[in-house]
């Protein structure tokens, strides 16, 4: 039998690790869609190049560690994740949650918490944790895309201004400081092509949407400020081929304090890749994502990228909208992508490095207007209060104190609110006597559990069942639980104390339509030992309200 357990366990696990792995079926489309998918990772290549160096800057990484992430961390993620279409790099809540670690603990410890961080998502896969995203509020993502959007706003304000960002400040009192104490004349030269940038990223989607407005706004910014002569600064020079992997040097007495971030890091990682997983599933034909393969498949990405000096990744919404908008069917697209970046560090650094940082700045301005929906606000507003707090709260902390305690701190109000709900649909109701009245039945007492008995509702059905048990004249209560759909441990504890109570002020308690599953819980905590007999638990009504008359008979004679 146990030879029997060990085998079965072996092929479960043997059949769980073959799922997460690449297989024949990722390509079984290729052969009709390879012509839409090469041209589909071309165009969002040319999204992404901009956006993989403005934020590479934005994180403090540096422009060449942002490339790198969206070559190394791209091919990885689209061979081995969990979606056909999903597109992977360096993206804007990686860029704000990276920023005060490299100030805290410096640049040189990326690579040591990128690794960490792939490898705890890398494990959170293989346990099997990717539907977790799903017990995540809507209200909750939208708050924090919002605040994510903010932040990444503020994040350019220094680079905007020809400055660069105030050691050691938060984000918001920092943009503040830079504009208080702008240097003008330089400040109107970066925010001239800031300016240039978002009405061309703006105005050219106007004239043929097929125009890549972002990377043609930079490349005229660019041009521009060499023709004139602007005096601006620039990406610099950038490596001209990626660098050899390597491990990453640890060190023992900084490991503690880097874990901490690896993990909050990792949980960014995840929540992010497995919200733009279920966004593309519902945009693109391709069928649904496996949520546990895309960990997996971003935990390599990110491990990856940290041996090759990146940083960590996650699929990025915007890039994987555009790629589905562009064609794509299989995961070539996003292979292409990378395989197009990498033709890029080899063939451009050169150009590249000339693009200025206000540039940059401006094109992620206008990509943060373009992560806020005002129509998402208003539904989100017009919808409930108690969503309309949540949605408030995420965003509001997000850009305050610290993205992972948004997203925690906006599942627990999330969490209060939905349980007040559910509290207050559980409920005690007094129902009168089914059939023809008979003598001695106002001494019984029958109560309607409905809804459910939690922590959050035990209390208050406690005190509505002793009130309605207290009159004078009541002495047997039939408690139906037929209607009941959630008990918790509280709620059966608390029955118990009922039971017991009404017992011993020689009130007989009888309880008809225990469910199956609530059960085992109730006879743990002691329900049925409270009962003065055990042929007072009943399965029917009418056997309850029966039996139940025959103890009044019972005790009138």
């Known amino acids: 039998m146990t030879g029997m357990t060990a085998a079965t366990a072996v092929r479960q696990a043997r059949t769980r690790l073959t799922r997460l792995l690449p297989a024949a079926a990722d390509y079984r489309d290729l052969r009709s869609s390879w012509k839409g998918d090469v041209l589909a990772g071309v165009t969002v290549g040319v999204v992404a190049l901009p956006l993989a160096l403005a934020f590479g800057i934005s994180s403090g990484v540096g422009a060449a560690a942002g490339l790198i992430t969206a070559v190394i961390a791209g091919l990885v993620a689209a061979v081995f994740g969990g979606s056909h279409v999903q597109v992977s790099g360096p993206t804007g809540a990686m860029a704000v949650i990276l920023a005060p670690i490299v100030a805290a603990h410096g640049l040189g410890s990326i690579a040591l918490v990128t690794v960490l961080a792939g490898l705890i998502v890398l494990v959170a896969g293989a346990v099997g944790l990717g539907r977790a995203v799903t017990f995540i509020p809507w209200p909750v993502i939208e708050g924090f895309t919002l605040g994510i959007a903010v932040i990444i706003f503020l994040q350019q304000v220094p680079a905007a201004f020809g400055t ?112 733009s997983a279920r966004v593309a599933a519902t945009m693109s034909p391709t069928g649904p994502y496996d949520p546990d393969r895309e960990l997996t498949g971003q935990g390599l990405a990110s491990v990856a990228s940290g041996m090759f000096g990146g940083m960590p990744a996650t699929g990025a919404i915007a890039r994987t909208a555009v790629n589905v908008r562009s064609g794509a069917r299989t995961r ?71 993205l992972i305690e948004a997203v925690q701190i906006g599942i627990v109000v999330a969490a209060f609110f939905a349980l007040r709900q559910v509290a207050k649909r559980s409920s005690v109701t007094r129902e009168p006597i089914p059939g023809p009245p008979r003598r001695g039945d106002e001494q019984i007492a029958l109560l309607r559990l409905d809804g459910a008995m939690f922590f959050g509702a035990a209390e208050r059905i406690s005190s509505t069942i002793s009130a309605g048990a207290g009159n004078s004249t009541v002495t047997v209560v039939v408690i139906r639980m037929s209607h009941l759909g959630m008990l918790d441990a509280t709620g059966a504890h608390t029955l118990a104390e009922i039971v017991a109570d009404l017992e011993a002020r020689g009130i007989t308690v009888i309880i008809k339509g225990v469910q199956p599953e609530h059960r085992r819980l109730l006879d743990g905590v002691g329900v049925f030992d409270s009962l003065r007999h055990e042929r007072h638990l009943m399965d029917t009504l009418d056997e309850a309200i029966e039996h139940a008359r025959d103890h009044v008979a019972r005790v009138e004679h």
């Open 164 to 275: 660069t960002t105030p050691a050691g400040e938060r984000t918001l009192p920092a943009a503040v400081d830079v504009v208080i104490h702008a240097d003008w004349p330089v400040a109107l030269r970066t925010l001239g092509v800031v300016a240039l940038v978002a009405v061309l990223m703006v105005g050219l989607p106007r004239i043929h949407r097929g125009i890549p407005e972002s990377l043609t706004a930079v490349v005229v910014a660019t041009v521009a400020v060499l023709v004139l002569h602007v005096d601006v600064a620039r990406i610099g020079e950038l490596p001209s081929h990626l660098p050899a992997p390597v491990l990453p040097h640890v060190d023992p007495s900084a490991l503690s304090s880097l874990l901490g971030a690896a993990l909050a890091i990792a949980a960014l990682a995840a929540i992010e890749s497995l919200l």
């Open 332 to 402: 070539v697209s996003a292979i292409v992508h990378a395989l197009f970046l990498l033709g890029v560090v080899y063939l451009a650094t050169g150009p590249v490095a000339e693009i200025p940082l206000a540039a940059l700045s401006g094109v992620l301005m206008v990509t943060c207007f373009r992560m806020i929906s005002a129509s998402t606000i208003r539904k989100i507003v017009r919808s409930t209060r108690s969503d309309a707090v949540i949605f408030v709260v995420t965003a509001v902390i997000t850009v305050t104190f610290d």
